[in-house]
């Protein structure tokens, strides 16, 4: 099984940028999609962006469109969520996770998460 440790929240004023990194860990990185979602408070878990396992194909949500880059370093486990001209309205905790699924976009086409980490953008 995989375990997954996100890092790099913060607190970043609108306009901003942050990266997000997703450190894999236990079996093998390799095969796996990896995607980055958010939860807001009081609001569901949404998707945010993916990227398949071999990085030719990436899925993003028209929210972040033109201002988040998902990548990854298969060599490193690790996956990358680089965030600018952030909003007030991104502010969440942002969950990284891993698929089986060639092409996953949603919460129950994953089934490794990591804990969350919290992005608080300030208007």
């Known amino acids: 099984q995989v375990q997954l440790v996100e890092s790099g929240g913060g607190l970043v004023q609108a306009g901003g940028s942050l990266r997000l990194s997703c450190a894999a860990s236990?079996?093998?990185?390799?095969?796996?999609?990896m995607g980055w979602f958010r939860q807001a408070p009081g609001k569901e878990r949404e998707f945010v962006e993916a990227?398949?396992?071999?990085?030719?194909?990436?899925y993003y949500s028209d929210s972040v469109k033109g201002r988040f880059t998902i990548s990854r370093d298969n060599a490193k486990n690790t996956v990358y969520l680089q965030m600018n001209s952030l909003k007030p309205e991104d502010t969440a905790v942002y969950y990284c996770a891993a698929s089986r699924f060639l092409i996953p976009n949603t919460v129950k086409q994953y089934d490794v998460w990591g804990q969350g980490t919290q992005v608080t953008v300030s208007s």
């Open positions: 236990g079996r093998t990185f390799s095969g796996y999609a």
């Open positions: 990227m398949t396992w071999s990085g030719a194909n990436t």
